[in-house]
């Protein structure tokens, strides 16, 4: 149980992990994630399920390394046992027959974005995709993407790859061409779900977002994932992740994104020092 049975190096700093999770592969789908911890005082890291496969018995989770504990769990091997993988936690996206639905995957944002994809296109959806990256060599899942897509879009900050640009100015492209559309689900860094959800608001564009906002333990129980919506409290981890983007207070999540900053860089500096406590 926990084993990593396959790893994948995606991009420089861009990691996939086929777990061997029966459980949660048998009951996980689309929206929902799980809480890892490495070893026995690891820190609780939420991770998005990118796919279950029920019949294999595994999972499969992609990270970016940002930090210590995501630095830490990038040097596992295949066979590394990872200590706890609690879930699925959180509600289900939202997977009816919509008509056309437009996909925006932002970064490692893509990953997520891409079970909810497949299951709208499997609903009877157009699926209309953008998946954007600073730079080629970032750009993640495209083929996967393509494969679940009647259209795809691909931009890049830098132009190396696709249209230049924000996937937000790509759809602003898509709805200045006229482009009819019925839902958007946008999932990557916190302002590019602002930005898209203020391109969507004007057209009356139901946009869906998911937020990743600091998580200790997952089920409702510290309050650390409190979010605003609508002026009211919303815990993340059991209301959503997925909520209304013209809903969400955008700035306080930001806001509280940054408040162990400080603390994250000193553990990210010892680790690399190679000292601190092997969380
Ligand atoms: P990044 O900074 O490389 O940005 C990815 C893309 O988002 C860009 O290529 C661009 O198209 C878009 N974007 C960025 N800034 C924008 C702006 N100001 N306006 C419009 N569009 C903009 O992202 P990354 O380094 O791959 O991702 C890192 C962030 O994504 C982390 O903060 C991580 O926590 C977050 N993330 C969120 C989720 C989630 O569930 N919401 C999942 C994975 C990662
Ligand atoms: Fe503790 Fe959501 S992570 S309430």
Redesign the pocket.
Known sequence: MNRILKKRVLTSEIKLFEVETPLIAKRALPGQFVVLRLNEEGERIPM?IVEARPEEGVILIIF?E?GKSTKQMGTMKEGDVIADVIGPLGVPSEIEKFGRVVCIG????V??VYPITKALKEMGNYVISII???SKD?VLLEERMRAISDELYI???DGSYGQKG???DELQRLIDQGKKIDRAIA???????K??SEVTRPYGIKTI????PIMVDGTGMCGACRVEVGGETKFTCVDG?DFDGHLVNFDLLMNRLRIYEREEKIALEEYGQGKGRNL
Do not use: C, E, W
């Open positions: 998005t970016q940002v932002g970064g490692v944002g990953a997520p954007g990256a600073r970032l931009t890049t900050d924000f996937v937000s999932i990557g860094p916190v302002i590019m779900m930005v898209v977002v998911s937020l990743n992740p």
